[in-house]
């Protein structure tokens, strides 16, 4: 059988954070609930001159100088995000023309003249279905080779339910035969049903209306004649255009997030099922560690308890488990299950086989698309610093986008990991980040600096164009 | 080696059509212009409740019903578009929730429950990726069946000189082993090169400045501190929004005509070079028909005649020509030139190769990412109307994506493609459709309309949500 999977990983996280202590205490929430509740110490925030674009950009190109790759042979390069910064041209093509720019030195122009580019979008598990369908080209023909990058920015509303799970950034990953990292197995459960849980919409105004609700603050009175006179008649490019609708993008989503868990429960659950019934085993029986689509970073061992629980039902865990903390009680089910979750036996699984993935998101925070795969190099960088061998280890994926769709699968840790992952440095490079105030945070979040607060990266974005046949193409340099 | 292709077609087109011969009155363009020069007849138009989830829906359903499809043997489907409905939330999910919708009756609910379901976004070229990538998955397993969907709306503004070029609709394939319309190669050419020649950037707006050209046109003054004020306390959730830009989404490009013509040009070229050089010929000696992506009728006989010309010096076709029009001459090149791409020879060619593939683009406009397979249909339901017979013949597929991308690719017309192709009805249905006058159009395209004008689809959309977590989700229905 042939060997397909991840021959080499690299990451690109903002070098700007916010530490969640000081945000909890600006909100007035207990840090504790963020903190021991969720699982949550920092968040990754973007610099002004920083996107979609110039995250994937920078985690390409450290891709390509960590394993000294020749771009000639990567036959595709595949993007999976959520925070794509057009509507029709790709954000990986921003990402790969820097790249091409800075390696042409190297390798001569145009050197990624015949390879695949392209954007794909399902919320969160965009980039899963990238891996996806590289590991199936690559799988076609021995001499292929692929890259997935997942490249997203999490931003929700100051204030609101969903502020502290913000994060930023983005994971490249070389796609080939016989991969040094992880084989992939060409076994996928999947499950989808379309659900509103979470989703990024067009804003609809009427233009007209909001023309008049100015109109209404100034406490003026004019008749719907004469405001529509003046603003036909105005010379202003936002005001003057033909349509009488306003169509407003927000990067913050609009969402329900206890509906998007009872989606990502129910869309895992069922994508388990369909993983089980063609493997003909069970997951929890394989799976030496798990590594999950992290919104925040405790949210999987949160979400697989049930599943943990029904499995451990089938052999002699639940057996240990009610010596631990007693029968199950109907009259009591709530407290019992939160004993449960909080019992020695499942606290061992999660310490064994959840929690190193755990630990970069605790420090980035939620880097939607990327999230997963930023877990898969947090367990391997963890292993790696603690000395623990993972060689032959089953790794479980537990992928989800909302909107909505699971995916799960799984791949073995090939006897070279070491190797390739030392070249990562994840924690050494999280610890180097630069805190901001939240009085920083705030106005980078409401766009209101027009200087990059402090910036170390590679690749960052110059401008945007305003020529009239190129108004709003971005453009980005290596600094 | 494994037979792997199209299996079965189906499309939707809106039922409004504008004529071009009343556009260009409107426009005081000459008809001849756009008629001979260009090949339009007339333009699709999406009444007030169609999107592309809405054309998505009707053109996989009517899949499902003309060829009695099982749901629960689609292991997935793929979306290409450049007109996406939410920047997290797939179209496909909408398109794939109401049809799941209809066939519950015969099927049970969730029908696509284990479904793999993907938007792909490069412009006019995702669809392509969709067809590509799912040729992939579906050949690593002789059970496997996969739907490709291509859906897009091409609105330009109105009196710009895109404004002809507009249409919209869509294309939904199945894709099987041993397919019955088409075998597709897997051999692509492919050429990338980051450009800006077309894209549907985010505009953005400081929202001061445009609150202060509200003032302006009234002419008042205020200081801005009482502006300020003013602003931050306004009840409008377009205006009390905390952050200082507004990012507008617009359904039209922005666009380089020339400069986009040049790219596809270009890109072609190199795929072409890419196709041959994997392929071991050349294109022009093997495919008795060519599909292109059509921004326009014409567009892939005009871009086309240059590579011909190439290829007709390799062989006695370039004699043929020079015995017709004369020897080539430096100092009269463009006269020359000219002459070569009206000569018989090359008329000869367009007409037996192109022609057929282009009479759906003349009456439905630009379809962008189902242009391509839009032409396929057309080629197929031209030649069962004149009862041409297609079996082994070779088609060349020519795909382009602005911003930018090529994919050149072939196929082998099967024996009993006239069967599947029997169902598709196309030309008898666009006869059908119901023109509307300038007024009427003009209207639409402003947004300016709040009822549909006539409706005839089967699914449309019904409404969007407003509530606080839910605000901006489509809903459909069929009628």
Partial sequence: MKK???DAISFYVPSLTVSMQALAKH???????LNRGLGLEAMSI??????????????LLQLFESNNLDPREIGRIYLGTESA????KPTAT???EVVENKLKDTFGERCFKNCDVLDMTFACIGAVDALHNSLDWVRNNETRKAIVIASDLSKYELQSTGEYTQGAGAVAMLITHNPSIITIDDTWGVATKSEGDFFKPRRLYN??????????????SYSDEELNRILNSSNSEFWSNPNDSVEVFKEEPVFDGQFSNQCYSERITEAFDHFNSINSTNFLNDWDHFVFHLPYAFHGRRIIFNNWLQWAKTNNTYQKLVDDIGEFDEGNKKDWLKKASKSNIYRDFVNTRIAAGERASSLIGNMYTASIFMSLVSLLCDALEKDIDLTNNTIGFIGYGSGSKSKVFQGIVQEN?????????LFEYLKSRTEIDIDTYEKLHKCQLKQPVYNNSHVTMSHVESGETNKGLRRYSIN
Avoid at 27 to 33: L, N, Q, S
């Fill in 94 to 96: 921003y990402a790969v």
């Fill in 46 to 59: 973007p610099d002004v001159n920083e996107d979609t674009a110039s995250f994937a950009a920078n985690a």
């Fill in 27 to 33: 909100r007035d929430i207990p840090y504790e609930k």
């Fill in 417 to 425: 990991w070491k190797a390739n992952v030392e070249k990562i440095q």
């Fill in 4 to 6: 397909i999977g991840i």
């Fill in 85 to 88: 910064l057009d509507g029709s």
């Fill in 207 to 220: 233009k007209s209306s909001i023309f008049k609700e100015v109109i209404e603050q100034l406490d003026l």
